[in-house]
């Protein structure tokens, strides 16, 4: 299975701050994804990042509040902008594989001050 | 729009118990299912996974079942232990084209007391 890695693992940011979050994986992935998790909330899926081509938002997620790069079939970076208290979430990426198994990174336990 | 349940939110056992997870979905055109296992503040295991075609999947002590007529699957954990402690999530993939989207439930947290 892929390993997944996040950086960073966590922050504590202003209000009005931007966070640019990286994803890595240690092997070549057609897909990529984005999920945000609110506290006491379960998973929602902000974004599909494809190698190549602009990012794929889900409904009620913005590139100009979510901008997303995907340079490589390895490396992703979401950024979270003009950050609010209500951006307080855990950000996770995740990756599909051939066999239609998502695997996730450790996240990132963002607070917003 | 899929919805995903998850029942009971919150279950305490003790060690040695035999226990059963519920998951629940209102649109029974899946592609497959998958349980997680999440624990405090770190991301998602993947526990197993069951394409739709499937009706049950087996890995050690784990034992996830899919009826997907009835929109319902369960996660069986024999003999549960401490270190099983966590929230239990399940996802579903709808069957549409080009749906890659996970839609999760909320999650059991599972107690295992020594």
């Known amino acids: 299975s892929a390993v997944i890695s996040q950086k960073p693992s966590r922050d504590i940011c202003q209000r009005g701050t931007s966070l640019t979050i990286q994803c890595q994986v240690d092997s070549q992935v057609t897909m990529m994804f984005w999920y945000r998790q609110q506290p006491g909330q379960s998973l929602t899926l902000i974004a599909t990042?494809?190698?190549?081509?602009?990012?794929?938002?889900e409904s009620g997620f913005v590139i100009d509040k979510f901008p997303i790069s995907r340079p490589n079939l390895t490396f992703s970076t979401l950024t979270v902008s003009n950050m609010s208290p209500e951006d307080s979430s855990i950000y996770l990426c995740?990756?599909?594989?051939?066999?239609?198994?998502?695997?996730f990174g450790p996240g990132t336990r963002l607070t917003v001050l | 729009k899929q919805e995903v349940t998850q029942i009971p939110a919150a279950l305490s056992v003790p060690e040695g118990e035999n226990l059963v997870l519920n998951c629940s979905f209102t649109?029974?055109?899946?592609?497959?299912l998958q349980w997680f296992r999440q624990d405090p503040g770190k991301g998602l295991t993947s526990l197993l996974l069951?394409?739709?075609?499937?009706r049950e999947q087996t890995s050690g002590r784990l034992n996830a079942s899919l009826d997907k007529s009835s929109g319902r699957s369960t996660l069986y954990i024999a003999a549960s232990q401490p270190g099983d402690s966590a929230t239990y999530l399940c996802a579903v993939r709808d069957s549409g084209a080009g749906s890659y989207q996970l839609t999760f439930g909320k999650g059991t947290k599972l107690s295992v007391i020594p």
């Open positions: 649109d029974s055109a899946i592609y497959n």
């Open positions: 990042a494809n190698q190549g081509s602009e990012a794929t938002y």
């Open positions: 069951i394409q739709s075609s499937q």
């Open positions: 995740s990756v599909e594989e051939l066999s239609y198994t998502q695997y």
